[in-house]
C-alpha cells in the first residue's frame, strides 16, 4: 500500500504546533541567537525521486553539527577504516562539547559527531584537501544536485569569534599528538563547514545516498559501498543526537544528525531521507519540535528500522 506522505506531513505539522517556539534558540553563537523560534519545515526525499514538504522546507538555515555526518562520508570514503584510530565510534554520554572525557581518553574522541572527533575529521580531510570546508561544501553541493549552496560567512565569523571551548578540544589533541594541522586552521575551517546553509529539502536529496546503501539515487554514482553505508547509519543510530541517543532511537526509530541550528536528517534506509527544522532547542540541544515531529512520521508511516 502507498504511504500519503503529503497528508502526512502536514498532519504532523499540525500536530506540533503546541511545541513551536516552545525550545530555546542557540545562542552561544551569537549569530543563530537572532533566528526566530518559530519556524517549522519538514521534507521527504524518496529514492524513487518522489518529494514532500511542508511549511519552511525550502528555507535555509545553519546546517550546523548535521554537516559532521557529510565531512565524516567524504573521510571514510579517502580513508576507509584508517579513520577509526584517530576517533571511536562509541556514544559519549556526555555533552557534545566536553573536554573532561576527551582528557582521560588521551585525546582520541569517543564519536565523530562530538565537536573533538568533528575536529580530528576535518584534521583528516585538510591532509587530502587543499581546504577541508570547501571539501565538504562541494560534497553537500554535489549529494544535493545544488551548486547554489555556500557558507553563511556572518554564522562562520560569530562561531570563531566565540569557539574558546573548540579551541580548548583542539589544543588538548594537539597535545595528546591527534591533531596535524595548527589548531587556528582547524578551528576556523571546522567554523565554516558548520556554517554551511541548506534546506531541509537540500538536506534530504544530500542524506539520500545514505538510504540508497551508499549510492546517489538519482545518478547513481558510488559515494561509498553498501558495508560503509551501513556503518556510517550505525554511527548515527548510536551517536547522532548528543547524548541522547538511545531515547531519539526509542522515540524515533531511525539514524539520524542533528545540529544546534535546529535541523534533524533522519535515514529509513531503503526509501527515503527525511529532514525537519524548528530552531527551538529542547535541554539536550536537538529541535523540540523536530524529534516529535520524526516521532509522529515513524509512528504514522510505519517506517522505522525496528
Ligand atoms: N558549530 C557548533 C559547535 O561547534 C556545532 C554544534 C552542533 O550543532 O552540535 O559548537
Not at 554537516?67 to 555533552?95: H, M
Not at 562530538?114 to 549529494?143: E, K, P, S
Request: net charge neutral; with cysteine; glycine share 8%.
Amino acid at each position: 500500500m502507498s504511504i500519503d506522505y503529503q497528508g502526512i506531513l502536514e498532519k504532523i505539522q499540525q500536530e506540533v504546533q503546541p511545541l513551536i517556539g516552545q525550545g530555546k534558540v542557540a545562542t552561544y553563537i551569537p549569530e543563530l541567537a537572532k533566528v526566530s523560534p518559530h519556524h517549522f519545515g519538514m521534507a521527504v526525499y524518496c529514492l524513487d525521486g518522489r518529494r514532500f514538504a511542508v511549511g519552511d522546507a525550502f528555507q535555509k538555515f545553519s546546517t550546523q553539527s548535521v554537516t559532521k555526518l557529510f565531512a565524516l562520508a567524504l573521510a571514510f570514503e579517502r580513508e576507509g577504516d584508517a579513520i577509526w584510530k584517530r576517533v571511536g565510534r562509541e556514544p559519549s554520554g556526555n555533552p557534545f562539547n566536553s573536554l573532561t572525557q576527551l582528557e582521560y581518553e588521551r585525546g582520541v574522541p569517543r564519536n565523530p559527531f562530538i565537536n573533538a572527533g568533528a575536529l580530528v575529521i576535518n584534521d583528516i580531510l585538510a591532509q587530502r584537501f587543499v581546504q577541508a570546508d570547501v571539501a565538504v561544501l562541494q560534497f553537500m553541493r554535489q549529494l544535493a544536485d545544488q551548486p547554489k549552496i555556500e557558507f553563511d560567512r556572518a554564522v562562520a565569523l560569530s562561531e570563531q569569534k566565540h569557539a574558546h571551548r573548540n579551541n580548548a578540544i583542539a589544543h588538548l589533541m594537539k597535545d595528546f599528538g591527534n591533531l596535524h594541522n595548527p589548531v587556528d586552521t582547524v578551528i576556523d575551517s571546522y567554523c565554516r563547514q558548520c556554517a554551511i546553509s541548506m534546506s531541509c529539502m537540500e538536506l534530504a536529496q544530500a542524506g539520500s545516498f545514505l538510504a540508497n546503501h551508499g549510492t546517489i539515487p538519482w545518478s547513481g554514482q558510488v559515494i561509498l559501498d553498501s558495508s560503509s553505508a551501513k556503518r556510517l547509519n550505525a554511527v548515527m543510530l548510536t551517536c547522532g543526537t548528543y547524548d541522547v541517543a538511545g531515547d531519539f532511537a526509542f522515540r524515533v526509530g531511525l539514524p539520524a544528525k542533528s545540529g544546534v541550528g535546529g535541523g534533524i536528517l533522519a535515514i529509513v534506509p531503503g526509501e527515503l531521507a527525511v529532514c525537519v527544522w524548528s530552531p527551538g532547542l529542547d535541554s539536550a540541544g536537538n529541535s523540540l519540535a523536530g524529534v516529535m515531529a520524526l516521532e509522529l512520521f515513524t509512528t504514522m508511516t510505519a517506517r522505522s528500522i525496528f
